[in-house]
């Protein structure tokens, strides 16, 4: 056993109590093992620190314990410090625990400590020469943390000693290709990578490395030499491809950018991964240019030609037409998700969301409604199907999807509350406003902090010129929670029209447009026409009514105002 072991090999003639204390140790430690054989770490690491206070000369024990207490140390520097000093014991007992060295030589890095990591490597490399991981460590600590060129030869004599034994490598040639770089030698970098090309003629990958050296070196004509070869000897290589690309685009020959990518994309042998990188990287470059959407769009449609059942493509097409402001054009691209992954709920979500963005609220309804077909005792799905409903004035529709949400044993209070004010948001519109205040008061009773019924709630008050004073307050506690919420300014600046305070109104009507993200609502522009009448900006006002009426033709008082140039007499 462990530490009665330890005991006998130092030939230590143990006390009774010694033996005593080092047979409970491992029996601790046996017990400790089974537990965390059952991922039971809490009753792991207790019984390992129990064992190892009977214990302590045993470093193998505190080894263990050790690195449990440094890899769950976080941010606790005092806990780090404690087991990286108990695996610093083991090694400096036991160098020959070949992996107990190589954990405790990464934690050496971890911790910053160079010096000991250097030392721990090349310990291992002495009494192991013939382990490659020691090898390789031992190297690139000589490479990477020194520009002493003695120690660079050496990482190279310990690489080539290496390759010797297992054959060359893209990872060893790079290594000894960095220790030459670091020497100053390009002559023997140059001749380190084509004896890698000569090794390996079959490999796109062994150009493409060597490609990637010659633009560091500052010999770019090179690099798009061994570029195009690595294309010749393997066309379907989407590594070469994408290479070929990045480098048209970092020497501004967009013409030779478009057609590489075309071409990676068009090769239905460069697997889709590859595809799906090259054109990430492609959009990531471009999307903001609305001269290079139509190119963009182009290369979707070829890639979607070639794979069309394919989620991530549409995936990634939707996450850029986001990107450029298309959010119905991106819940379409949400639909061939659905069809072919129809069980994920997310999927749905997302798409709902989408066309919500799109202010197409009958496709969010539909949508919504073939979703709870899918997932009937998902309630949030019933609660944005009614708020759907309600938007497209389906105002029966939406009672149903409310009643059904209700009967749900599973609503938490965030839930019940945004129910609630649904519920109410739905009764203000069928004139029912005492039945509305009741229900928005139950949502403030379940969630006193949800700031959307206290906006809901102030506007309903304020539309209904009712009870100012507490339609202001709930207005003001909205903003406290959500200060730069477009909806709450929007409401507190009406609330302020209603009391005549035309300078406040305009100072939050201002804070809305400014932070409004898209196309301003007719609502919106209505409200700010009229606030910029009462403060005698009449022009500006009309300009809003206009635009508003634009959004909302068959709106009479708008239109009225816009004929008239005037507000409404009452």
């Not at 490597?121 to 009494?127: A, G, P, T, V």
């Not at 290496?162 to 290594?175: C, F, I, K, Q």
């Not at 009229?530 to 005698?536: K, L, P």
Request: glycine residues 4%; aromatic residues 10%.
């Amino acid at each position: 056993m462990a530490a009665v072991g330890a005991l006998m090999a130092k030939g230590h003639k143990a006390t009774w109590q010694e033996g005593a204390d080092a047979r409970k140790s491992d029996y601790i430690f046996m017990e400790a093992q089974r537990y965390k054989a059952s991922d039971q770490n809490d009753a792991y690491y207790a019984l390992m620190k129990a064992a190892y206070e009977l214990a302590s000369e045993e470093t193998s024990l505190g080894f263990d314990l050790g690195f449990y207490e440094f890899v769950l140390s976080g941010n606790d520097q005092k806990m780090a410090e404690r087991g990286y000093r108990m695996m610093e014991s083991h090694f400096a007992a036991d160098p020959a625990d070949y992996y107990g060295s190589l954990l405790f030589g990464d934690a050496s890095d971890r911790m910053g400590n160079r010096e000991k990591s250097l030392e721990v490597w090349r310990k291992l490399y002495e009494l192991f020469p013939e382990k490659t991981d020691a090898a390789i460590r031992l190297a690139d600590a000589l490479e990477s943390r020194t520009l002493d060129s003695a120690k660079q030869r050496e990482a190279i004599d310990i690489l080539n000693r290496v390759s010797n034994a297992e054959g060359l490598s893209l990872a060893l040639t790079s290594r000894k290709a960095s220790a030459y770089m670091n020497l100053g030698d390009t002559m023997a970098v140059k001749a380190e990578i084509l004896r890698f090309i000569e090794e390996t003629p079959e490999s796109p990958e062994s150009r493409v490395f060597a490609g990637d050296v010659y633009m560091a070196i500052g010999q770019p004509d090179s690099a798009l030499t061994l570029y195009t070869d690595a294309s010749r000897v393997d066309p379907a290589s989407g590594l070469a491809y994408y290479k070929l690309a990045e480098y048209y685009k970092s020497v501004g020959d967009s013409v030779s950018y478009d057609r590489e990518v075309f071409n990676a994309l068009s090769l239905p042998d460069v697997d889709l991964d590859t595809k799906l990188n090259i054109l990430t990287e492609y959009v990531r470059t471009l999307y903001d240019d609305p001269l290079q959407q139509p190119r963009i769009n182009d290369l979707f449609a070829t890639l979607i030609d070639l794979y069309p059942h394919e989620p991530d493509v549409h995936n990634l097409y939707s996450s850029y037409l986001v990107a450029i402001d298309e959010p119905e054009a991106a819940a379409q691209q949400q639909e061939y998700v659905i069809d072919a992954n129809p069980s994920d709920p997310n999927v749905w979500k997302r798409t709902i969301a989408l066309y919500f963005s799109a202010g197409n609220y009958e496709k969010a309804f539909e949508t919504a409604k073939r979703a709870i077909e899918a997932f009937p005792q998902d309630v949030n799905l019933y609660i944005t199907a009614g708020e759907a409903a309600v938007l497209i004035k389906k105002y029966d529709d939406a009672q149903a999807m409310y009643d059904a949400a209700s009967k749900s044993d599973r609503l938490d209070i965030l839930q019940r509350s945004q129910l609630l004010t649904s519920q109410g948001d739905l009764q203000s519109k069928l004139g029912s406003l005492d039945r509305a205040i009741e229900l928005y008061d139950s949502a403030l009773t379940v969630n006193p902090l949800n700031a959307m019924t206290m906006n809901n709630y102030a506007y309903f008050l304020a539309c209904d010129n009712r009870d100012l004073e507490k339609a202001e307050s709930l207005s003001k506690r909205s903003l406290e929670i959500s200060p730069d919420n477009t909806s709450s300014l929007d409401t507190y600046a009406w609330i302020q029209f209603k009391f005549r305070n035309y300078a406040i109104a305009k100072e939050y009507i201002d804070r809305t447009i400014e932070l409004t993200d898209g196309d301003l609502s007719a609502e919106l522009l209505d409200h700010a026409g009229d606030i910029y009448f009462m403060n005698e900006l009449k022009d500006e006002a009309v300009d809003f009514w206009k635009r508003a009426l634009e959004i909302e033709p068959d709106n009479k008082d708008i239109a009225y105002k816009v004929t008239h140039k005037s507000l409404k007499s009452k």
